[in-house]
């Protein structure tokens, strides 16, 4: 099974309604919505930096935002998805 690592070199500054995300490593910014800059540290201080899966994932959202099964699967697609691409998160093997 795939496992994820969070870039532990993300940085996020928050606005009223905005933030942004500060990838050092690639020196990029991303704009994000507040909604989802709070879900990026939400997840982000439950993972503490250990490996996660999709699995891991779709728990989190089906528990924490109260999804069904169906939307939390296809929300992780779509989040991870947008994470990788940006390298806020990263593909990782399990040792």
Same mark, same amino acid.
């Given at each position: 099974? @795939?496992? +994820?690592?969070?870039? @532990? &070199?993300? +940085?996020? !500054?928050? =606005? #009223? #309604?905005?933030?942004? *995300? =500060?990838?050092? #490593?690639? !020196?990029?910014l991303v704009t994000v919505n507040r909604a989802a800059? %709070? *879900? +990026?540290?939400?997840?982000?201080?439950s993972c503490t930096g250990r490996p996660f899966s999709?699995? #891991?994932?779709?728990? =989190? *959202?089906?528990?924490? +935002? !109260?999804?069904?099964? %169906?939307?939390?699967?296809? %929300?992780?697609? &779509?989040?991870?998805? =947008?994470? *990788?691409?940006h390298r806020i998160v990263q593909r990782g093997e399990?040792?």
């Amino acid at each position: 099974m @795939p496992r +994820y690592r969070l870039n @532990p &070199r993300v +940085y996020v !500054e928050m =606005f #009223d #309604d905005a933030a942004i *995300l =500060f990838i050092a #490593d690639r !020196e990029m910014l991303v704009t994000v919505n507040r909604a989802a800059a %709070e *879900l +990026y540290q939400l997840f982000r201080s439950s993972c503490t930096g250990r490996p996660f899966s999709r699995q #891991d994932c779709r728990q =989190f *959202l089906a528990t924490n +935002y !109260e999804l069904s099964v %169906e939307r939390a699967m296809s %929300e992780t697609a &779509r989040l991870l998805g =947008f994470a *990788l691409r940006h390298r806020i998160v990263q593909r990782g093997e399990v040792h």
